[in-house]
């Protein structure tokens, strides 16, 4: 049982920066490989980026390679996701997810979700 809450959305200007948070609770957060998803109005909802249980290794969508990072605290629970360079294409509500592995992520456990919205 793992709990988990998104926090760090809100309104941006592209070219912009914001940092994401998901705090984890309930079982030891090293255990799990923790990542985010988004879904903007309309499409489906779509991988961004996720990271091993001990950080050391990372995979991230294509649409946001180099202007998005990935981090985890492990001894603060909490992983992060700093994103850079925003773009009105990256508004979507993010998801936290924890999963088993980095090589199988497909979320396990979800947050509630944050709103990102990048404006013009």
């Known amino acids: 049982q793992v709990q988990l809450v998104e926090s760090g959305g809100g309104l941006v200007q592209a070219g912009g920066s914001l940092r994401l948070s998901c705090a984890a609770s309930?079982?030891?957060?090293?255990?799990?490989?923790m990542g985010w998803f988004r879904q903007a109005p309309g499409k489906e909802r779509e991988f961004v980026a996720a990271?091993?249980?001990?950080?050391?290794?990372?995979n991230y969508a294509d649409s946001v390679k180099g202007r998005f990072t990935i981090s985890r605290d492990n001894a603060k629970n909490t992983e992060y996701l700093q994103m850079n360079s925003l773009k009105p294409e990256d508004t979507a509500v993010y998801y936290c997810?924890?999963?088993?592995?980095?090589?199988?992520?497909?979320?396990?456990?979800w947050g509630q979700g944050t709103q990102v919205t990048v404006s013009s």
């Open positions: 309930g079982r030891t957060f090293s255990s799990y490989a």
């Open positions: 990271i091993s249980r001990s950080g050391g290794s990372t």
């Open positions: 997810a924890a999963d088993r592995s980095l090589g199988s992520f497909a979320g396990y456990y």
